[in-house]
C-alpha cells in the first residue's frame, strides 16, 4: 500500500475508468431486477415517505446505484492490490537490471579503452619490429658485403703474389 502513496490521483482515477470499463463489458446488466412500477402515480409511495419515512423509488434506485459503484470501487481496489505487487517486483527487477546494465557498460568502456591501448601499443610494437627487420637487413647486407670485400681482398693479394712471383722468374 505504501506504492499507492508514489502514484498520483489522476493515475488511480485512469486505472479506476479502465478497470469500470472492463467490469461492464464482462458482466451482464440486471435491467431485468429493477422493480417495475405498478402505478401511473407514486402518490402511495409519496404519502408513505412523507408520513413514515419509508423509502420512495429514488431512494431505492439511489441506493442501488451507491451499491452498484461500492461493488465497482471494492473490485477496482482488489484488482489494483494485486497488481501493485507486480509493479513493485517489476520496479524492482528493472532497477536492478539498470544496475546490471549500468555496470556492464562500464566494464564494456574499460575493456574498450584497454583494447585501444593494446592496439595503440601493438601498432609502436609493429613499428619497432619494422625498424629492427630493417636493420637486420642491413646489418645482412653489410655482413655480405664484408665478406665479398674479405674475398675480393684475398683474391687480390693471391693475385698479387703469383703476378710477382712470375716477374721474379
Known sequence: MNFLRNIDNATIDAWRYRLND???ALLPTRSDARRKRRG????????????????TDSDVECKRQIEILRTRDRRVFHSVSHIIPIVNQTHTAVKQNRQ????????V???????????????????????????????????????????????????????ASLELS
Open 40 to 55: 401511473l402515480l407514486d402518490v402511495v409511495g409519496q404519502l408513505s415517505h412523507s408520513l413514515f419515512g419509508a423509502a
Open 109 to 163: 568502456d574499460k575493456v574498450s579503452a584497454d583494447v585501444i591501448y593494446i592496439a595503440n601499443v601493438w601498432q609502436k610494437h609493429d613499428k619497432l619490429l619494422q625498424v629492427v627487420k630493417t636493420k637486420l637487413r642491413i646489418e645482412q647486407c653489410l655482413s655480405a658485403m664484408e665478406s665479398a670485400n674479405a674475398y675480393w681482398l684475398q683474391q687480390l693479394a693471391k693475385f698479387n703474389r703469383q703476378k
Open 100 to 107: 546490471h546494465i549500468n555496470a556492464l557498460q562500464m566494464y
Open 22 to 24: 472492463i467490469e461492464d
